[in-house]
Structures are given as C-alpha cells and as structure tokens.
C-alpha cells in the first residue's frame, strides 16, 4: 500500500500512528514485540509521533538496530546509534535495545553476535527508508540480495550512498564517510511482519518511483517492499512527484 501525505510532518505523523497502532495490537497479543528501526533523518517525525504515542507499553518492547559504520565510535555526530538513542530510545526507554557495534575490533565477529540477536525470535515491525540509490538499510545496489545467506554482513558503501550522507550534513566531506559498515540483510528486513517506510522530501523521488513501478530488482532494492504482504510506503508531495 501507498499513502501520499501533504508534506513531511504529516508523513510522520501517519506512519508513526499507524506503527503505534500496530504495536498496542501486537503487544495485546504477546508479551514481547520486536522491532527494527532505521536511523535517518527521514524517520524523524515517525520516531517522534510514535514515542509520543500513548497506550504502548515499551518496557515490553525489543528495539533492534539496522545499520552502522565501521569504525565510528558512538559518541560521533554521525553514528546511528548516537541517533537512535537520541529520538527514541531516550524518550521511551524501550525494555530492550540492542546495537550494531561499528566500532567492534572484529566486524565479522560482530555480525555472528548480532545475527544470532536478530534470529532469536521473529520481528514483528519494520521502519525503513529507502535511499537516494534505492538502498534498504546498508544494501545498495551492488551489494544487496534478496536471498542473502546471512543475516548481518559487512559491505562496502558505493559512492551514491556515501554522496547521500553527505548531502544529508552528517559528513563535512565525502572522503569523511566511511567506505564500509554493518548492515541487516535483505531477506532480514523483509522477513518483519509488517513494513512501514518512511520516504519524504524530493531527493527520493526517482528511488521512490522505481520502488514502486518496478521491476523487482537488487538494482533498486526497495522494489522488493512492494512484494510484501503487509507493507506500507508513506510519502508526501515531493517524494511522490515522479510517480
């Protein structure tokens, strides 16, 4: 399903009450709910109206981490678990969280640890973006696979994804953003029971429009959401210009 809000705060708002929604049902019916969050800007308002969602019970909540670079510490600027602290876990201190270290002495070790977390239990609820690139989390274009083996990896960002962190102020230069990171999997992502993307503002517009005309391809990764029994893709007039 697609959803086209006027503009970006009313974007958030509807994705982050349907997301609320979603978990005071699931919560009904279980005792823990496990959910993956994206960590960028685009997700703001949704992290913003869901934390102030009221009715959730987020000690029962397990958070998990999509992405991280490689060799950033968590005190940086940029750090995605820096973000995620900052406009959710704080505010609702969910009774779970669990991060990607990007600053682990061993990568691959890393994955192993934090892949045997995701496997753990099923997700109930995803919150995504998609990338300028068409990338879901970390995998780009020339990295992503839909029947990835595993379930975290190490990856090498292209240059696009790397453009788009910095066009996005979170490095001064291109040659600050790091080459690689630790990224959840396609297959990991779509596995979640419910799917809710995040995709405002112009930037996005061409990603938006391959995602959703198609075809299903790793040359935009994003065109696999559309595949999904229970996704919903919110965007506003600017992410949907070219649609």
Known sequence: MVRVCADRQ???????????????????????VRVIFACAPSQEATLAALAAAPGIDWRRVHALHMDEYIGLPDTHPASFRRWLNEHLVARVRPGRVDYLNGDAADAKAECRRYADWVAASP???CFLGIGENGHIAFNDPPVADFDDPQRVKVVTLDEACRMQQ???GHFPTLDDVPRQALTLTCPVLLAADYLIASVPGPRKADAVRQAIHGPRSTACPASAIMDHPRATVYLDAESASRL
């Open 10 to 32: 009313s974007l958030g708002e509807a994705a982050g009450e349907h997301g609320a929604a979603l978990l005071r049902e699931r919560l009904a019916a279980k005792s823990v």
């Open 123 to 125: 997700v109930d609820v």
């Open 166 to 168: 910095t066009a996005e």
